[in-house]
């Protein structure tokens, strides 16, 4: 029964390239978040997905990020023509329910981007 | 605007005592509070929850106390062991689905 999977764990783009994050949820959770934690920083929301539906993106940047989750297969973070200051960990979890309210989300060990 | 704030990145106790994590935040619409605790590497890991219609929730050695008069949060640990040295992260949210996290206090137990 694996928990959240993100792949890859590290990953380093040049400076205008696109950066893919994948997110598998835990089996029987259809509610995915992303949040991102620069250095010495907490973590920031960036989005909650369902299934095909975007829930809530307003902690996504404006530009060059987007996020989906399709009927088949992992979620996906998207970063296009990626910039040193994405450089961050990348965090997905998922939950059975809408809201981690009671018993929290459980969380990916990240992926950490680094831009060069 | 951090409206989740842990104001001590770092806290040694020793093995056996009673560790003491605080919390501030701003927003009043804030309804639901998490702790969670994060080795590195690792992504965080979920410890305990509790609404804002209650003032106490325990789950073993873990605590967890809320004052919304003073919007403070605490998460006690007793007795503190040197396993539950890692960062703990307070999160906090208006409708439990996008949580404000604070920055972290790092936690260090002394054997």
């Known amino acids: 029964n694996a928990g959240v999977m993100q792949n890859p764990r590290h990953l380093v783009r040049r400076r205008g390239q696109e950066a893919r994050l994948r997110c598998s949820p835990m089996k029987g959770h259809s509610h995915v978040y992303w949040y991102r934690q620069l250095p010495e920083e907490g973590l920031k929301f960036m989005v909650y997905l369902q299934k095909e539906n975007i829930i809530d993106e307003s902690g996504m940047p404006k530009e060059r990020f987007s996020a989906e989750f399709p009927k088949e297969g992992p979620s996906i973070l998207r970063i296009q023509q990626v910039v040193r200051g994405d450089s961050a960990a990348y965090f997905c979890?998922?939950?059975?329910?809408?809201?981690?309210?009671?018993?929290?989300?459980?969380f990916g060990s990240g992926t950490r981007l680094t831009v060069v | 605007d951090q409206q989740v704030k842990q104001n001590s990145p770092s806290l040694s106790v020793q093995e056996g005592r009673i560790s003491i994590l605080n919390c501030d935040y701003t927003?009043?619409?804030?309804?639901?509070f998490l702790w969670y605790k994060k080795y590195p590497a690792e992504g965080p890991t979920f410890l305990i929850s509790i609404s804002s219609i209650k003032d106490k929730n325990e789950d073993g050695r873990f605590t967890v106390f809320l004052n919304k008069s003073a919007k403070h949060l605490s998460l006690h640990i007793v007795p503190s062991q040197p396993g539950d040295s890692a960062v703990y992260f307070c999160a906090a949210s208006p409708t439990g689905n996008q949580f404000y996290f604070g920055t972290g206090t790092s936690l260090t137990v002394i054997p």
């Open positions: 927003n009043s619409m804030f309804d639901y």
């Open positions: 979890a998922s939950s059975p329910t809408s809201g981690g309210k009671n018993y929290g989300y459980t």
